[in-house]
């Protein structure tokens, strides 16, 4: 087998293999060119992206978690930023922004637009997962609607959970990966701590 067998060896489609280390590059220009590959799996995205996926696409030897550094660092003066949510990475626009873009296409309305019932029971459902209509109805008092569950399923922020153990097995409620990218949350042990009353 030749060096060049070796180096470059044809992939089953017929093309070459995804050169991962580019052991032909300087170090210096390596590192640009592993950061470049970084940003456009994440530009990509509309999810976060996890550290499997993007060591996928940097040298055995790379940290993914030094390369996001220094990416960040490049991103501090500019509007947007790399933030980790979610298990993984994925770009944010900084809050400072957000009344700018609001002011320029009204796009902060899109998802974040909630009622203060929407609001609450999101957070119930947040805090007591999985939960079923019934639970919910004991923290509120009152039955919560099925349109007002349909609308943050609609939104992605919440999803069928297992049936709860209840007579006739209803169908439980849990939040999703959206919920953690909406509000900023790494996981939901990141979630506030509930202050209890004594009353």
Known sequence: MTVATRKRKPADD???????????????????????????????????????DLARVVGQGASVDMLIDDIQAELAGRPYEL??????????????????IKAAADLGEQSLAFTEMEMGVLCAIAYHQPIDRAGLKDIFGKEVSRDLLARLRFKDLIASGPRSPRPGAPHTFVTTETFLVTFDLQSLRDLPELELSDS
């Open 14 to 52: 017929g093309g070459a293999v995804f050169d991962r280390e580019l052991d032909e590059l300087p170090q210096e220009l390596r590192w640009r060119e592993w950061m470049g590959r970084i940003e456009a799996v994440l530009f990509a995205s509309a999810s976060p992206v996890g550290r499997d």
């Open 83 to 100: 933030a980790q949510v979610a298990g993984g990475w994925m770009f944010r626009t900084k809050t400072q922004f957000a009344d700018a």
